[in-house]
């Protein structure tokens, strides 16, 4: 077996921040913004445990951790450190189902604007602790989830539409808008 590495790296929300192993977790991203969502993740469920843990998220190499208000990185990071550290090696589940290959639907606009969205922004979105997801696509207008660190960061809002509809708008014509769900 060989030795897990945990690093820390802070996240554009001050309440999250990404802790990166050197072993690939998931294929895609999972969410668990509350305790109750943590059921199906043993993973989720056991950092939950720790009083100052508001939510967990986990993409490819990486785990989010979201932290109570009352709470500093500075005391607590460590601990977490450790916790995901020892996680990864005793290969605690993230989730007890298995995870299904990306399949895009809808119209073909809607497996472009899905296409779009995998290709060239999820990646960007999780280097920054975070997801999104596509919801719907009506009148021009597309609606997304934003997940992990995304969720309730200040600086989501100029992301989604400088950045996130721009490239949309571009390469999808057919595309007016892009709205968030989590905002």
Same mark, same amino acid.
Request: proline share 4%; charged share 25%; net charge negative.
């Given at each position: %077996?060989?030795? *897990? ?8 929300? @001050? +309440?999250? %921040? ?7 977790? $998931? ?5 668990? @913004? ?7 993740? @043993? !993973?989720?469920? /056991? #950092? ?9 998220? !986990?993409?490819?190499? !990486? ?8 709470? =500093?990185?500075? =005391?607590?990071?460590? *601990? #977490?450190? /450790?916790? $995901? &550290?020892?996680?990864?090696?005793? /290969? ?7 995870? +299904? =290959? $990306?399949?895009?639907?809808?119209? =073909?606009?809607?497996? &472009? ?10 990646? +960007? ?19 997304? /989830? ?11 809002? *100029? ?11 571009? %390469?999808? @014509? ?10």
């Amino acid at each position: %077996m060989s030795t *897990i590495n945990v690093f820390t790296e802070a996240t554009p929300n @001050p +309440a999250s %921040m990404k802790f990166l192993v050197n072993k690939l977790l $998931v294929n895609d991203s999972v969410d668990f @913004p509350t305790k109750e969502s943590a059921e199906s993740s @043993p !993973f989720a469920k /056991e #950092l939950f445990k720790f009083n100052f843990i508001n939510g967990v998220f !986990f993409a490819s190499n !990486f785990v989010t951790l979201t932290k109570s208000n009352d709470s =500093d990185w500075a =005391d607590i990071e460590v *601990i #977490l450190k /450790e916790f $995901v &550290k020892g996680a990864v090696e005793s /290969e605690l589940k993230i989730q007890e189902k298995a995870e +299904a =290959d $990306v399949v895009f639907e809808g119209t =073909d606009i809607e497996k &472009k604007i899905q296409q779009v969205l995998y290709d060239y922004v999820r990646p +960007a979105v999780e280097q920054d602790g975070g997801a999104i997801s596509y919801r719907s696509f009506n009148n021009g207008v597309v609606t997304v /989830e934003l997940r992990g660190s995304c969720s309730g960061c200040p600086s989501s809002t *100029i992301t989604l539409k400088s950045g996130i509809e721009n490239l949309l708008k571009r %390469m999808v @014509p057919e595309v007016s808008e892009v709205v968030s769900e989590a905002l």
